[in-house]
């Protein structure tokens, strides 16, 4: 399950509309990269050593790669790539790339099959308010402080809790 809390927040286009309630990623902790390595190869003939050194050059690999101008297809996943912002003239021979592109980045960008079977396969659960400087665990202690009835809701109203300072 992909948790979300729900935020009181103005509309980033409209911020003269009135505050809204809107979903926010709850992004657990990555994994280190020992626990990834043992998980991804639990039921293989794979040694999770074996996969973290793959990893490391791999990425060896894409920061090379990348430093040289190419993209790099990452597997099945997907590939990266740089981008650049740049500012503008109106001569060519004022151009000077040294100042003018700022904001590099490196993009992912996924592959059609896995972002599908990613997005595809999402389920959503409730992981709390967030309503001011409170922080609520669930929509039901919410609802219980505010004294609010009704409404729709997949989560099943649980005994307790109560909202948290956060």
Not at 7 to 33: E, F, I
Not at 124 to 138: I, Q, R, T
Request: hydrophobic letters at 35%; glycine letters at 10%; zero cysteines.
């Amino acid at each position: 399950m992909y948790k979300y809390k729900l935020v009181k927040r103005k509309h980033p286009g409209n911020p003269d509309a009135p505050k809204k309630w809107y979903a926010t990623p709850l992004s657990a902790s990555p994994q280190s990269v020992k626990v990834m390595t043992r998980v991804a190869t639990e039921n293989t003939t794979l040694a999770p050593k074996e996969l973290e050194a793959a990893l490391e050059l791999l990425g060896n690999y894409a920061r090379q790669q990348l430093l040289q101008g190419h993209s790099v297809k990452v597997g099945d996943l997907g590939t990266l790539r740089i981008t650049i912002q740049s500012e503008g003239v109106e001569d060519i021979t004022q151009y000077n790339p040294q100042t003018m592109i700022k904001g590099a980045r490196i993009l992912f960008t996924p592959s059609k099959e896995f972002r599908e079977a990613v997005i595809n396969n999402l389920q959503f659960e409730n992981g709390g308010v967030l309503d001011g400087n409170v922080n609520y665990a669930s929509l039901a202690d919410y609802k219980r402080a505010k004294g609010i009835t009704g409404g729709a809701t997949t989560e099943p109203e649980e005994p307790g809790g109560g909202g948290s300072m956060g």
